[in-house]
C-alpha cells in the first residue's frame, strides 16, 4: 500500500513570494490534514477535510494561507505572501478511521 | 481544551539502558493518547495508543505506555535502548473524534540520543 505522497519536499523562497505544497493521500482514506511543525515544536494542525469539506481550519492564517482539497482526493495549501515566520516543515496526514498516517513533509525555508 | 507537557526535551541513554519518556496530559473529557516517532527526514509514525482499553499499551519496536489517570500521564518506556532507537518523539492526545478520526494535539517533542 502507498503511503502518503508530499511534493516537493524542500523549498527556498524569500519572504513575500508564494509556495504551494502538493499531497496524495493513502487510497480511500476521506480525512485529510495539513499540520505545521516549526524547528523545536511539536505539529501544530491547520486544517482537516472530510472529503472535500473542510472540517476544522480555526488554526489556519487565513490572511495568507489557504488550502483546498479538489474531488475529495488530492490536496493543496498554499502561502502567499511567505514570511519568515512561515518556516517550517509542513506536513500532511490522511485517515480512515482512528490512525493518522503521514507523509515525509515538505520543508520550507523563508529568507 | 487539550494539551500536553514532554518532560524534557533531550533524553540520553547508553545502549542497552532503559529508556523512560515522560508525558503529561489535560483534557477536559476521557482522552485518547498517542506515542509517535519521527526519525531524521521522516514523518511521523504511530508507535502505540490507548483507546480507554488496557491501561499498559504495547507498541511497535519494544516499546509500551502506561496510562494513569490519578497522574494524568502517559510515559513511554523501553526496557533495552538500541542505537536504532534514536529518534524524537512525540506524545498527542485527541478528546474527540471527527468523521471517525482522532485529531491529536502534539507536545513539543523529546530527541533520544543513544550512546554506544
Known amino acids: 500500500e502507498a503511503g502518503v505522497a508530499q511534493s516537493p519536499r524542500y523549498k527556498i523562497i524569500e519572504k513575500r513570494q508564494s509556495v504551494a505544497f502538493w499531497c496524495n493521500p493513502i487510497?480511500?482514506?476521506?480525512?485529510l490534514y495539513w499540520y505545521q511543525q516549526i524547528l523545536g515544536q511539536g505539529p501544530k494542525l491547520l486544517i482537516q477535510?472530510?472529503?472535500?469539506?473542510?472540517?476544522?481550519d480555526s488554526q489556519l492564517p487565513k490572511d495568507r494561507f489557504s488550502a483546498e482539497r479538489l474531488k475529495g482526493v488530492d490536496s493543496t495549501l498554499k502561502i502567499q505572501p511567505a514570511k519568515l515566520e512561515d518556516s517550517a516543515v509542513y506536513l500532511c496526514?490522511?485517515?480512515?478511521?482512528?490512525?493518522?498516517?503521514f507523509g515525509e513533509g515538505s520543508r520550507l525555508t523563508v529568507l | 481544551a487539550q494539551s500536553v507537557t514532554q518532560l524534557g526535551s533531550h533524553v540520553s541513554v547508553s545502549e542497552g539502558a532503559l529508556v523512560l519518556l515522560r508525558c503529561n496530559y489535560s483534557?477536559?473529557?476521557?482522552?485518547?493518547l498517542f506515542w509517535y516517532v519521527q526519525y531524521p527526514n521522516q514523518g511521523l509514525q504511530l508507535l502505540l495508543k490507548?483507546?480507554?482499553?488496557?491501561?499498559l499499551v504495547k507498541g511497535i519496536n519494544g516499546f509500551e505506555a502506561e496510562f494513569k489517570k490519578s497522574e494524568t500521564s502517559f510515559h513511554l518506556t523501553k526496557p533495552s535502548a538500541h542505537m536504532s532507537d534514536a529518534a524524537e518523539y512525540f506524545c498527542?492526545?485527541?478528546?474527540?473524534?471527527?468523521?471517525?478520526?482522532?485529531?491529536?494535539?502534539f507536545g513539543r517533542g523529546t530527541s533520544l540520543i543513544v550512546h554506544p
Open positions: 496526514a490522511s485517515s480512515l478511521t482512528g490512525e493518522l498516517f
Open positions: 487510497s480511500g482514506h476521506a480525512t
Open positions: 477535510f472530510q472529503n472535500n469539506g473542510v472540517v476544522d
Open positions: 483534557s477536559s473529557v476521557p482522552p485518547y
Open positions: 490507548y483507546t480507554s482499553a488496557a491501561t
Open positions: 498527542a492526545v485527541s478528546d474527540s473524534i471527527s468523521g471517525g478520526s482522532y485529531i491529536p494535539t
